[in-house]
DNA sequence: GAGTGGTCTAGACCACGAA
DNA sequence: TCGTGGTCTAGACCACTCG
């Protein structure tokens, strides 16, 4: 039984490596081979403590350090469960600011051109999951750039649920995203946001108003923005396939650093 | 000052709050409220534990509660310093797998026509990121359905940078992605994949192979693989629209939990 | 050298889940 | 009822940063 003063001057010896990351690569190894196996408990924390000679304290942190990587779960009066044998990693994207999702937007304007509150028809109510009698606001207009008269960029309607429909700041000219418009007003946060890409030729009036020739190809993408398990908003955009195309990156992520 | 039932007896009269989450909660309120700043150091630990009765370990909790929410770093010797007022979140889009990203081609079959040893000339280089001279394997081919009757789904063309193109296990039919064999083969993992989107037209031997009609709208994507720093695959495929549209999800993470 | 956070110990009571 | 993890205390030595 160590002295705090004998503990300390062990870690003195080998100030390198802290115990209880000694204790999470080990850890980390038997699991890797087996034992326990993925489903299986650890042994508790007082045998661990006792079999090391290590205080609670320093098993605890290796087995939390475990814990923040994905491979095991710990519940009181139970005991702590294998789920992984190696750290849970996954592939994200990452963004600090759903702007990130439309970044082309940023210094562009939008030309409202219609502005109404409907009730969506057949084929809307599915685009907007929508009960049959519900209200919507229906924006629609023209993303342009700076200069009036730079070429159109996309053709983009927007519908917006009722109950958040009342925006005092809706101006003529949109120059930041509905949402944030949603946002602030109502004091909520979006939480999910599901976006489907198309593709599809540009014709008729589209093609006039993008100044693209008929049969041109393009883009159309659907964003649905959520509030918990409520949707608020849905955007439609057409983009000309030679102005615009849509990039995205994806790491290897491991959680808990 | 407090004996040890003492406080496991204030505990028990407000069981449901641990003492390190009142203090967590109470710290990040005060930053909101801009003390200490954005910028500023925290008080030490000892004065904390000294200022509120408590032990250096609950103290220690609270704060590497707000750590792990970002809203804190911490540096011995130095103190802990506030860098955000709020926990950092951000929106993520997650996949526990690559194969997610083209999960359409799960149970498909890829019929490959071409496999050649290329040199890119001017056009593939810039696709391939690729010095002059630099030699990359080439396989095109048509993914169909499970019977090899069905309609195809897309045409598809890779290119896998020489020094990871030494593949055993390439057969005339892939089922698999192509880096699953290279992460195989030579014992590496994919920590980056780009992507990107563009809208087309499928015109000729295109509109041919794919049976749609010439003109018809279709998806380009371009996915390039890197391990580290090197880009080791890249593929593109051309989807009729009809037949294919992309989905996304992005969700609003807070670190830590 | 003084003070910071990082590590560690030896105890203790509690809430929870299972037998 | 018993053992689990969750919470907490009081005290200690260390490595690091800074004046």
Redesign the interface.
Known sequence: MPEPTDASHADALAPSTPRHLDLARSLMQEIRNGHPPVGGLLPPELELCERLGMSR?AVRQAVQKLCSLGMLTRQAGVGTRVVSATPVS?????????G??ARYAQGTRLAVSTRARITPGDDLSELLRSAPGEKWLHIAGVRHGRERKDEPIALVDMYVAAPYSKLPKLAEELTVPIYTLIEEQFGV?????????????IDGDNAEALRVPA?????RIVRSYYVGPTLVEVTTGI???SR?????????ARAGG
């Open positions: 304290y996954r592939y994200v994207q990452s963004m600090d600011d759903l990130d999702l946060k979006v939480t999910r946001v599901e976006q489907e890409i198309q593709g599809l030729t049969g041109s190809a393009g883009l983009h000309p396939a615009f195309s849509y990039r995205m990156s994806f790491q290897l």
